[in-house]
């Protein structure tokens, strides 16, 4: 069956104390890994798609990597406003949805 | 540009009683759309999909159905709740044809069931 597992669930940092999160899965033949964010209450938000072993993708303090299992965001020197869920998605066998892991939240303070 | 509604925002209802959710999307044509549900401690659970009129796949057995009357509208129905319904709700669309994997979502619907 299709996994997509994240880790930490949870994550506190000072403003400027750069960390990662994990996206690990499980599926044959990837068609894509997806980062998106989510502010409570709200929707997700669309960040990166990463397709293939080595690939990375940078937007502001955010950088997402790929590995052949596994998929690492990167937060350097993060802000209080990058305070949010982060999701990571992967497609179904069939290819016809995305499959989400239950999300990292991560809380930056000042 | 796009832009994707839906409503009720919050709702809360008894069990037993009927739900609709309803989702609309403006400014594209013949987008796919999605039904995904999120509760309490578990990640975003795919409930229905749908590549055009009248097209819905179900991903999960339930008591839940959707339906798509119009082209960028999208509905999510119940003819009786359970406590296990409660959750929150999103809607989501994506550009027509092959699923890239963007999904566009809109502001959810928070459901409580009593």
């Known amino acids: 069956e299709d996994q997509v597992t994240q880790s930490p669930e949870a994550l506190r940092l000072q403003e400027g104390e750069s960390s990662s999160l994990n996206c690990s899965y499980t599926v044959s033949g990837l068609r894509g890994l997806f980062w998106y964010r989510q502010d409570p209450g709200k929707g997700p938000e669309f960040l990166f798609t990463l397709y293939s072993a080595g690939e990375e993708k940078e937007k502001e303090r955010l950088k997402a990597t790929l590995t052949k299992k596994e998929s690492f965001l990167h937060i350097t020197a993060p802000k209080p406003e990058d305070s949010a869920t982060y999701l990571c998605?992967?497609?179904?066998?069939?290819?016809?949805?995305?499959?989400f892991g239950k999300g990292t939240t991560l809380s930056v303070s000042s | 540009s796009q832009t994707i509604h839906q409503w009720p925002a919050t709702l809360v209802q008894p069990v037993g009683s009927p739900l609709s959710l309803e989702c609309t999307v403006e400014?594209?044509?013949?987008?796919?759309l999605y039904w995904y549900r999120q509760a309490a401690g578990r990640g975003l659970q795919l409930l229905f999909y749908s590549v055009g009129i009248g097209q819905i796949s179900s991903e999960v057995p339930q008591n839940l159905s959707a339906s798509r009357p119009q082209d960028r509208q999208f509905i999510l129905s119940s003819k009786k709740l359970l406590l296990s319904d409660s959750g929150f709700y999103l809607c989501?669309?994506?550009?027509?044809?092959?699923?890239?994997?963007?999904?566009?979502f809109g502001e959810g619907s928070r459901l409580t069931v009593l």
């Open positions: 989501a669309w994506s550009y027509g044809g092959a699923n890239t994997g963007e999904l566009f």
């Open positions: 998605a992967v497609f179904n066998q069939a290819g016809t949805a995305l499959i």
């Open positions: 400014g594209t044509s013949n987008p796919n």
